[in-house]
């Protein structure tokens, strides 16, 4: 019997305590590559998933990984101002980021969202609250002619299994490398945002970037999605030209006493048109928009910026969404 092409690249990783390593980018590349084309044992799949898993991704096999998929992002993609990640979903605040969003496609600037058609109980994803307030969801074909200023794009339409072995985890066990490497994936020349649940992910998510050239902001957002949450002192890296620079934002509270109590999508409709309004709701909103414009103008003088949303989210137009 001949050995499969992968064989080699499972070994590196199973080699045992002393003799296993993690790939190298090229590597990375090229097992990500095998795969996406479907030259993989379903045996080779979980092997590599869980073997990373448990070796833990580095930032090079994170840059490998995502160097591969972003080759299958569609026509079109590139075009946006921002390419924002969203696969976390939210279980106790409302997906304030989307009002960050909207609130920098005011500034002139356009957004493509990218995440999961998945769906947990008790917890709410991007793709759910898109459509629940009217904004458009794209396919492969249709996003080269859109010319909108906000969308969400399903990680399916990039790559069929991508959104397949996302839902890996009520087979495995325990999520897998691909949740982290989904969040890093960029059009050519893109800027992006991620945002991250576990801090110590934040120097990989930040490495992997400068390592494929891309320009970046991430952070150790509420709920794992790129979020400020306002009461906790933010710390941002920000990814410019390979180098790697820090983004503070200081808490000016530790609690809220209007923060949401659902995740319910009507407070963005709410918040947003001025009938309710929520002290943290702002913070949260206008602190993350600053962030994004960081990562789209390549600057870290986040005051200027957080001044710039505080007068766009003032004089927003409070009547283009939810009506």
């Known amino acids: 019997m ?14 045992g305590k002393n003799a296993s390593r993690n790939m190298t980018q090229e590597e990375a590349c090229f097992t990500m590559s095998e795969m996406l084309k479907g030259n ?9 998933f869980m073997l990373l898993r448990v070796l833990e991704e580095t930032s090079d096999e994170v840059a490998g990984f995502a160097q591969a998929i972003n080759a299958y992002w569609p026509e079109g993609a590139e075009s946006f101002d921002l390419v924002w990640s969203s696969y976390a979903g939210k279980r106790r605040q409302p997906m304030w980021w989307v009002l960050a969003a909207l609130l920098l496609t005011q500034l002139g600037y356009r957004i493509l969202v990218h995440g999961t058609l998945s769906h947990t109980e008790g917890r709410i994803y991007a793709h759910e609250v898109f459509t629940e307030l009217g904004l458009p969801s794209l396919t492969r074909d249709s996003i080269d002619g859109f010319s909108g200023a906000l969308a969400y794009l399903p990680c399916a339409e990039i790559h069929p299994a991508l959104q397949q072995w996302l839902q890996l985890k009520s087979v495995l066990g325990v999520r897998s490398p691909i949740n982290t490497v989904l969040k890093t994936i960029n059009p050519e020349g893109a800027v992006s945002v991620q945002g991250i649940f576990h ?19 991430v952070i150790k957002g509420e709920g794992g999605e790129f979020e400020v949450n306002a009461e906790r002192k933010c ?4 990814v410019i030209s390979g180098q790697i620079k820090e983004i503070v934002i200081p808490n000016t509270q530790s609690h809220y006493e209007d923060k949401a109590d659902s995740i319910d999508s009507q407070w963005l409709i709410d918040v947003w048109s001025g009938a309710t309004t929520s002290e943290y709701a702002e913070a949260a909103v206008i602190r993350t928009a600053a962030l994004a414009l960081c990562a789209i103008r390549q600057t870290d003088d986040i005051d200027t ?6 007068s766009a989210w003032n004089s927003r137009n409070k009547t283009c969404l939810g009506v």
């Open 2 to 15: 001949n050995k499969h092409p992968l064989a080699d690249y499972v070994r590196i990783l199973a080699r």
């Open 40 to 48: 993989h044992e379903p045996e080779q799949l979980g092997a590599i």
């Open 199 to 217: 801090p110590s992910y934040r120097p990989t998510h930040a490495q992997a970037a400068a390592t494929c050239g891309e320009r970046a902001v």
């Open 235 to 238: 710390t941002a890296s920000l």
């Open 305 to 310: 910026l957080l001044t710039e949303c505080q």
